[in-house]
């Protein structure tokens, strides 16, 4: 399955979700308490975030790695321990820095 098509699945699942709790939650509401709603729209929930991460987990590749982690270098105030620690990994194993 594609990533497009991933994040296609997730938005139909978002909106369901939405017009679901909504429909729940006037059932609920209408009929007063107690509030059972609650119960089926948290476990509804759960599988929402874990669809969520599913599909996030699928669009990382080596490239979005390599940018995220150049966007963050860029954006730290103190970069050389991540320098050292980049010469370090590039070095080899077991090569470590000792002060």
């Known amino acids: 399955m594609g990533a497009t098509t991933r994040a296609r699945a997730f938005r139909v699942h978002a909106w369901v979700f939405a017009a679901g709790a909504s429909a729940l939650s006037a059932a609920n509401w209408f009929t007063g308490p107690p509030?059972?709603?609650?119960?089926?729209?948290?476990?509804?929930?759960?599988?929402?975030?874990?669809?969520?991460?599913?599909?996030?987990?699928?669009?990382?590749?080596?490239?979005?790695?390599?940018?995220?982690?150049?966007?963050l270098h860029s954006k730290s105030y103190d970069a050389s321990h991540i320098d050292r620690i980049a010469?370090?990994?590039?070095?080899?194993?077991?090569?470590?820095?000792?002060?």
């Open 35 to 71: 509030w059972w709603s609650f119960w089926p729209l948290a476990a509804w929930g759960v599988a929402l975030g874990v669809h969520y991460m599913v599909q996030k987990a699928g669009t990382v590749s080596e490239a979005w790695v390599e940018e995220r982690t150049a966007e």
């Open 87 to 99: 010469a370090d990994h590039d070095g080899g194993a077991g090569q470590r820095e000792q002060k």
